[in-house]
């Protein structure tokens, strides 16, 4: 089992920043990868960012140049920098990663961005 907990959600105006953290614990040896998705009301959740245990990155096309996905292996935490958002940012945003073939996930916090 891994448990997947996230900080740093909150309300910004658009054009500010945000750092998410997601600090992973119990079978932590051998995750592959992890991520962060999130989904809007109304709307499926969506792939925001992704890196590997390697450190290679993948981003959504709408959060290209704006986020940047880090992992700090010593301590088993993954980042998520935000900067300039913007309203269509405004999601629950989740923590996963992948263990054995199984994908876990994070409670979510919420990120609003007001106009």
């Known amino acids: 089992q891994v448990q997947l907990v996230e900080s740093g959600g909150g309300l910004v105006q658009a054009g500010g920043s945000l750092r998410l953290s997601c600090a992973a614990s119990?079978?932590?040896?051998?995750?592959?990868?992890m991520g962060w998705f999130r989904q809007a009301p109304g709307k499926q959740r969506e792939l925001v960012a992704t890196?590997?245990?390697?450190?290679?990155?993948n981003y959504a096309d709408s959060v290209k140049a704006r986020f940047t996905i880090s992992r700090e292996t010593a301590t088993n935490t993954v980042y998520l920098q935000m900067n300039n958002l913007k309203p269509e940012d405004t999601a629950v945003y989740y923590c996963?990663?992948?263990?054995?073939?199984?994908?876990?996930w994070g409670q979510g916090t919420q990120v609003t961005v007001s106009s």
């Open positions: 996963t990663a992948n263990h054995a073939g199984m994908d876990y």
């Open positions: 119990g079978r932590i040896f051998g995750i592959i990868g």
């Open positions: 890196i590997t245990s390697r450190g290679t990155t």
